[in-house]
């Protein structure tokens, strides 16, 4: 029987769409399944809403920031619920737009739930439809922990969900996710604290912008409980009372209005038919892909949050992408490089990171190899201001010729100064061709190029 589509992709976040996007442009028949809002979590749930937040976090700072610059500032409170209100209206924009995208590029939109019967045949609101090739692209979902009262807790995804600030929270995580709604949460005058198991945040990046963020943290007034573990939740009328376990044992942490677990995400590849297919997936569930985004399976391929890999919107873009210029745009050998990806962690102040960590450098390259340059300072924003917030950069080379493997910085603005060095980065940049660049005076970027 003749397919009903070149391409079936399953799954409707940014990578998915991208995918069915590109492929439809070459003329491909393709149809993308999805149940919920399109633009998966990025657009509802991730990236979009919590820069949205943070932004306004970062609104609130400007405005203690003023005064210390003459200004008589008197904004008032926050108005959480008008906040929400236009954040959602915003996000409510986008899944149109992404929707008309699909359609105006000829794929076929189906808003429903897909059933996997076979690596070739997916169900999806009773009808069955077959193709030449599947795309996974289910992303992931929070992940709870299994202590007494876990359910009393809300995640990341709840977090979204709340139409008020809560007075008092407690977070659970030493990710990425965890150090974002502490620092926009404390902005907004949220009291904060943070259980964390280990003895450091940010386990996956350079060891010093954990350490850094961690002393930033603490100075503004977030509290941090190292080497401790949340036991159980109960409910105490509309609060939820935390208990903790620490190697002193365990005690009561007190009442909070929520508790956010923020402990890592679980990909979704259960209750949709996968093990049908005959794919493959890890013991965490992720579903292994190789070089080329292609599974166990011949034809089946994922990309995005689902494959465990680098685990970025613009990566499942940009996987999806490269996958569909090979599949159908004749470009044989396309695929997306892993090393190298940046990115950034919007917490109070941001982190910017783009390759090797110094310890993964020193693994990878030998001590004798590795040659590590800092720079610590006070923005010049911070000038006439009471308080400062450090600027902390670095960057790490190997070699006789000095090239750049790693670039790590924590400070003011460091988000939107990381992406012209990335490229330097990917292209091979070596201490010396920084050196040899004029800096930008006064900015804290030109840190970067007169380091020594």
């Known amino acids: 029987m003749a397919a009903d589509y070149d391409l079936i992709v399953v799954g409707g976040g940014s990578g998915g769409v991208a995918g069915a996007r590109r492929a439809a442009r ?72 992404y929707q008309r995208n699909l359609e105006n590029e000829g794929a076929t939109f189906i808003r429903g739930w897909a059933h996997l019967l076979d690596a070739r045949t997916v169900e999806v609101n009773g009808e069955r439809l077959r193709a030449e090739r599947l795309l996974i692209a289910t992303g992931g979902r929070p992940e709870r922990p299994t202590v007494p009262g876990a359910e009393l807790g809300i995640d990341s995804d709840g977090f979204f969900a709340l139409r008020r600030r809560p007075a008092r929270v407690a977070i659970a995580g030493s990710g990425y996710i965890a150090l974002e709604l502490a620092g926009l949460l404390h902005a907004l005058g949220t009291e904060v604290t943070l259980v964390v198991r280990s003895e450091r945040v940010l386990r996956a990046f350079d060891a010093d912008l954990g350490t850094a963020l961690a002393e930033r943290m603490s100075a503004a007034g977030l509290r941090i409980l190292w080497r401790t573990e949340v036991a159980g939740l109960t409910r105490d ?131 004798q190899a590795v040659r590590v340059y800092t720079s610590r300072f006070n923005d010049l924003f911070y000038a006439p201001l009471d308080e400062k917030v450090p600027t902390f950069m670095k960057l790490v080379t190997v070699g006789e010729e000095q090239r750049v493997v790693g670039c790590h910085m924590i400070g003011r603005n460091v988000d939107e100064i990381l992406q012209g060095f990335a490229v330097a980065v990917r292209m091979g940049a070596t201490k010396q061709d920084l050196d040899d660049t004029v800096a930008i005076h006064p900015t804290g970027a030109e840190e970067l190029v007169t380091m020594t």
């Open 26 to 97: 070459y003329g491909a028949r393709v149809a993308l399944i999805e149940g919920a809002r399109l633009g998966g979590t990025c657009v509802n749930v991730g990236c979009v809403p919590k820069k949205i937040m943070w932004n306004a976090a970062e609104l609130a700072t400007a405005m203690e920031a003023a005064r210390g610059y003459g200004f008589r500032v008197d904004a008032g409170g926050l108005d959480w619920s008008e906040l929400v209100a236009r954040r959602e209206a915003f996000i409510r924009r986008l899944n149109g737009i």
């Open 237 to 367: 009328g509309e609060g939820v009372r935390v208990r903790v376990s620490d190697p002193e044992g365990e005690r009561e942490l007190g009442l909070f209005d929520e508790l956010i677990w923020a402990i890592g995400r679980t990909p979704a590849t259960q209750g949709w038919g996968l093990e049908n297919g005959g794919v493959a997936v890890d013991e965490c569930g992720h579903i292994h892909t190789d070089l080329f985004q292609a599974t166990n399976v011949p034809d089946v391929y994922a990309v995005g949050d689902v494959t465990g890999r680098a685990e970025l919107t613009p990566v499942a873009i940009a996987a999806a992408r490269r996958l569909a210029d090979r599949l159908f745009g004749d470009q044989p050998q396309r695929r997306l490089d892993y090393r190298d990806i940046p990115t950034v962690i919007f917490s109070h102040p941001p982190i910017a990171t783009v390759g090797l960590p110094e310890s993964h450098a020193r693994d990878e390259y030998g001590d």
